[in-house]
């Protein structure tokens, strides 16, 4: 299967490169706009690895995938918030499936109903969200709970390592709602929170503890219909280093009280400010997704399910359902996915994650009755 990479030198991009450049039944194009940087990774990458230099904001996007014979389109490209669906149609008029690794909650939300139409009437797959959120996210929702009569409450943390690369554009995506009202699902009802405020502590399996901030993804909205959470579902980031996690708090004030402009156009800037906290951190970072509900018996129930990644390789976890779903697709024969365009809430279980896992020295534990509330 012919698979194109649209931003395949970046941080997640080259990452999902890495691992399809090894599998057989896909052929890799690496394609940005910088010509140069395409073709050194495509030729690090060996043989079946090509560049292409391509321009996502022209309008002739479909009939350069096209030309190229493009079987499937993988969008690294973001960041997703302020992103329209304009890649997504290209592939389905170039007849290519499409997965992206967006994290925006209108781009992932909305994206069956805009898209649906058009890839059923391609005869093919677009998933969106095929990232840590909602697709890793949700199949470890669907294994704590397998059974449960009822869930009350869903609560996730993501705790980056401090010296884990990062891009800007994920940055940038991060800080598009600093200090902007966030509709969480709080006490049965939707409520308005501010984003990256709220720090409470959280609790991890194998990291020190850390003070996480209310994040804005697809997951706060979808959850709540999907698994009918009758309480609360949230969202929290923590990074290491708390004074990094104050002055995130800080920002996310002063644009509340618009006292500052959208601190998304500083996001290179902070980046590299960033990085004067690395000697204060490590190359260790996480996840945790906390349950609380009924199970099956109708007894009162908590789990908990934690993921620890250390030596920077923290990154890879964003860019393991993108993989996972494009060797689902290039497998001849494999299983299908469903024709027309889906969140990826579903498409993967928590196990066919494992292989990802333990290739890069992921360690996960499951906590059962856990005395951290969640929520």
């Not at 009350?152 to 690369?165: E, G, M, V």
């Not at 494009?326 to 292989?355: I, N």
Request: with cysteine.
């Amino acid at each position: 299967m012919k698979t194109i990479v649209l931003g395949g030198y970046g941080n997640f991009g080259a990452r999902i490169c890495r691992a399809l450049a090894a599998d057989a039944g896909i052929a890799l194009l690496v394609a940005g706009r910088d010509a140069a940087r395409a073709q050194a990774l495509a030729s690090a990458l060996g043989p079946r690895a090509s560049a292409v230099a391509l321009d996502l904001q022209r309008s002739d996007l479909a009939a350069q995938l096209r030309a190229l014979g493009v079987e499937l389109v993988i969008h690294t490209a973001g960041p997703f918030q302020a992103q329209g669906y304009a890649v997504a149609l290209a592939a389905a008029a170039a007849g290519a499936h499409y997965l992206d690794l967006a994290d925006g909650r209108r781009f992932v939300c909305d994206f069956p109903a805009a898209l649906d139409a058009a890839f059923r009437q391609a005869g093919r797959t677009a998933i969106s969200g095929a990232s840590t959120v909602p697709a890793l996210s949700g199949a470890v929702v669907d294994a704590l709970c397998a059974g449960w009569q009822q869930i009350d409450r869903i609560a996730i943390c993501i705790a980056p390592a401090q010296t884990a690369p990062r891009g800007d554009a994920t940055l940038a995506g991060v800080l598009s709602y600093c200090g902007e009202p966030v509709p969480v699902w709080l006490d049965g009802r939707w409520q308005a929170r501010r984003g990256w405020g709220g720090l409470q502590r959280q609790h991890f399996a194998r990291m020190r503890p850390r003070l996480g901030a209310l994040c804005d993804i697809p997951d706060l909205e979808l959850f709540p219909a999907r698994y009918a959470v009758r309480e609360t579902v949230v969202f929290r980031a923590a990074v290491e280093v708390g004074p990094s996690q104050r002055m995130l708090a800080v920002l996310s004030a002063l644009r509340a009280a618009r006292l500052i402009p959208a601190p998304s156009r500083w996001a290179p800037a902070l980046n590299r400010a960033g990085r004067l906290f690395d000697p204060f951190g490590s190359g260790l970072g996480g996840m945790v997704v906390r349950v609380a509900g009924v199970d099956g018996q109708g007894r009162a129930a908590a789990r908990a399910w934690h993921i620890a990644a250390d030596n920077d390789h923290g990154p890879e976890i964003p860019c393991m359902a993108a993989i996972l779903l494009a060797r689902r697709l290039a497998a001849v024969p494999g299983p299908a996915l469903p024709v027309g365009a889906f969140t990826a809430a579903g498409h993967l279980a928590l196990a066919d994650f494992a292989p990802e896992f333990a290739r890069w020295g992921m360690v996960t534990d499951l906590e059962e009755g856990s005395t951290h509330a969640a929520g």
